[in-house]
């Protein structure tokens, strides 16, 4: 067996967008004064934002605090191939009554959640818990990936 090492790379712009668009579930992680938590959330990903479905709690009461989160996807197939995409941006309760931009931002949530998942809204939906729309407007946007490769060529880099 050939020894090998662990290999990170950064990932360009259009590949992160890919990873965050074929994907449905990935982690929120938020902080409030001296604490950071992190959840994992179903969502979809489409022009720049993050939408998703989320039932009434704490994380939202934190996040009307402090909007800034972070919201990373994984795709691991082994502890050496593995890609994490880590976006960034604001934290957006999608209530329509709020304001015309947001009542705007709602309807393109629900159409994307629709797409991805044609029960949701309906009596056959799997999650009807979930009654609060949010959006996350990625503003940065970064990710890497890992792969094993031989010792002795680490050259490419």
């Not at 992160?16 to 004064?33: C, D, K, P, V, Y």
């Amino acid at each position: 067996m050939t020894p090998t090492r662990l290999r990170i790379d950064t990932l360009d712009s259009a590949t992160n967008h890919e990873i965050l668009a074929r994907n449905t579930l990935g982690r929120l992680a938020f902080s409030f004064q001296d604490r950071v938590d992190i959840r994992p959330l179903n969502y979809t990903f489409r022009d720049e934002w993050i939408f998703g479905r989320t039932s009434p709690g704490e994380k939202l009461l934190t996040v009307r605090h402090h909007r800034w989160v972070a919201f990373q996807v994984d795709e691991i197939k082994d502890p050496f191939d593995w890609v994490s995409v880590v976006a960034h941006g604001p934290f957006y309760l999608l209530d329509a009554e709020e304001s015309q931009k947001l009542a705007e931002l709602a309807e393109e949530a629900r159409t994307a959640i629709r797409e991805a998942d044609p029960q949701a809204f309906t009596s056959a939906d799997a999650t009807p818990e979930r009654t609060l729309l949010f959006g996350i407007a990625v503003q940065e946007l970064n990710g890497r990936k890992g792969r094993s490769e031989p010792l002795g060529q680490e050259s490419g880099r």
